[in-house]
Each structure stands twice: as C-alpha cells, then as structure tokens.
C-alpha cells in the first residue's frame, strides 16, 4: 500500500503529478492554506508533507500527527518549523536551498535600485496625476553604481547580491556575518567584513538576507537606523521581524534614512499601517523568490525530497540528516 502525503500548499499541477506514482496524494486546491487544526486534521495517518514558509510546524503539530515522518517546505527559510522537535521525534525536515539564490539575488538587487532612485514613490505621484512640471531635483535620489553595499547576512543570497554589485556595478562591498568569508571569497566580491555597527554607518545601501531566528528580533531598531546615514536605503528580503517596522517607519518620516524597500514584513501579510504612510518606501509582498521557473525548481526540489525520503533515497537537502540513519 501507497503511503499518504499531504500537498497543503497549491502548487504546480503536473510537478503535483510526480507525486502520484509513490504516494497516495492529498492536495489542497485553494489558494489559502490551511489554519493548523485543519491542517492537523488532514494530516492524521500521512507519512509526509509538502508545505512552504506560511504552516507552523511545531510540538503540538508533532505530537498531534505520529504518523508523520517528512517535512519538506518549498522555502530555503525555515523559521516555521521547529527543527530541534522533529529531530527529537525523528522527522525528517527538508528545505528547498540554492534553486532560488539568482533570482532572489535579482530582485534584492532590483527593490534596492528602486528604494534608492525612487522608483515607486514617483511612480505614485505619476499615477495620482500631480505631474504638472518637470524640474531639476525631482525625485531625485542616491547613486547605486560606486556608492557601498552594506550586506547583512553574507550566505549563498548575500554573495549573489556582492557580485551584482561589485562586477555589474561597481561598488564597494562590506558586510557583517557571524562567519567571514574566506579570504579567496572575498577578493573577487570586493568585499570586507565589518563589524555591524561600522556596516550601519558606512554603508549607502544595507540589504538584509540573515535567516530569521529569535537571535535577531528586531536587529535593525530606531538604535540601528539612527546609526545609519541620512542618504541611506534599507532593503530587508529576509523575514518579517528582523526590522522593527514601526521603528523604521517612523526612521523613514522623520528623514533619518533616505529611503526603504521590504519585501518582507512582521506579521504578514498583515502589515504595520504606517509604512503605508511613508511615500519614500517601495512595497512588494514576499516574492523575491517569485519567477515562475524559480517556483517550479523549489516546488520541484521540494517534490524530489518527499520521494528520496519516502522510497529509501537520498533526499538532496536535508536540514537534519542526523534522522536518517535512524529506523
Ligand atoms: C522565502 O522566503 C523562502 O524562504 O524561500
Ligand atoms: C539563504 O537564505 C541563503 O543566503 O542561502
């Protein structure tokens, strides 16, 4: 008899499909996912489950589901699922790294350009019909080519944005990682590890790509933002939370920085009201991963570790293999 699993993120219909010859397939087909009782409900005698960033995968969750062995989230963030608990179980966790770093990379890059030569803001004023007259200063912001990117987060992503910057325009590159680089790594990104609060007042444009943990709640507060200069930008494409978001709105009335681009949010997708106040801030919601053969890798990298894990494979991303070799 097939094993069950749980596809409880809709997802592409024919990477579904490959699914379908080892398993007996439970989809859910709206687009909403499921509140955790419903999700717990569906999971009764499944083996595994495909989720994304949204499912809490939590104790409660594991104490309610034993017959669960594979968790395979479609992110390379894993700040949903409580990883110690399922290593403690014996459940097998996968994440989907890797597939997304160019094109998350791009768009990083691309919500920096914008925040920075304020593309939205006049975008607005454009559609609000309040062009009248051209003149000199309009909307205009801060340089990106040859000005410093501040990293925050210096892993696969963050490396990709370095190298956007420094061969495609270059800038000077420092960053701020619990690990630095090896020197060989970061000669050809032109990059310098700082410490965070040099990275904070150096750097023209700071993109966040730090993994969420409760380690860093709020790393970038009103302390943090004052550290930073005036002409700044600020780019989170990491999770909601690392930025304290009413501090930064706040930061972005009162002119402290210049200008913010997040595509990521405390509570989303909820969002604090008042950065929908502040005109200086680009907006987009969570979808810096988001070109379609991007989804179709993770979804289909997400496919591949359900098999492997489930058939007596090798899944490839395993976040705690240590479950394997267990029985
Ligand atoms: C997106 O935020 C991801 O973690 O893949
Ligand atoms: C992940 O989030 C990375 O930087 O690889």
Request: hydrophobic share 45%.
């Amino acid at each position: 008899k097939k094993p069950k699993v749980l596809v409880a993120r809709k997802t592409f219909p024919d990477i579904v499909e490959r699914l379908r010859p080892h398993f007996e397939v439970e989809t859910n087909d709206s687009e909403d996912g499921w509140p955790q009782a419903e999700l717990i409900r569906r999971l009764q005698g499944k083996a595994g489950v495909y989720i994304a960033g949204g499912e809490k995968i939590d104790q409660i969750l594991l104490d309610a589901c034993p017959a669960l062995k594979v968790i395979s989230t479609m992110a390379v963030g894993y700040n949903n699922i409580d990883v110690p608990a399922c290593t403690a179980r014996g459940v097998l966790v996968t994440n989907a790294p890797d597939v997304l770093t160019e094109t998350t990379a791009d768009f990083g890059f691309a919500l920096m350009m914008a925040a920075a030569r304020r593309i939205a803001e006049s975008e607005h004023f454009l559609r609000r019909g309040e062009w009248k007259q051209w003149s000199v200063t309009m909307f205009a912001g801060s340089d990106v080519h040859g000005a410093t990117l501040g990293i925050l987060g210096m892993g696969r992503i963050g490396q990709a944005i370095a190298k956007r910057g420094a061969l495609g325009f270059g800038m000077q590159v420092i960053y701020h990682n619990r690990s630095r680089l090896p020197a060989e790594q970061e000669a050809p990104l032109n990059a310098r590890w700082v410490e965070k609060e040099e990275l904070l007042r150096q750097a023209d444009h700071l993109v966040l790509v730090l993994p969420y943990s409760p380690a860093v709640h709020h790393i970038i507060g009103a302390r943090e933002l004052a550290l930073m200069k005036p002409t700044a930008t600020l780019t989170n494409i990491a999770r909601g939370g690392i930025v304290d978001d009413a501090a930064l709105a706040q930061a972005l009335a009162a002119g402290t920085i210049a200008a913010a681009g997040l595509d990521v949010y405390e509570g989303e997708p909820a969002l604090n009201p008042a950065l929908l106040t502040v005109p200086n801030i680009v907006l987009t919601p969570h979808i810096a991963s988001a070109s379609i053969p991007t989804r179709r890798a993770m979804s289909g990298l997400a496919v591949d570790n359900l098999i492997a894990a489930l058939t007596g494979g090798k899944p490839p991303t395993p976040l705690n293999p240590e479950v394997l070799g267990r029985s």
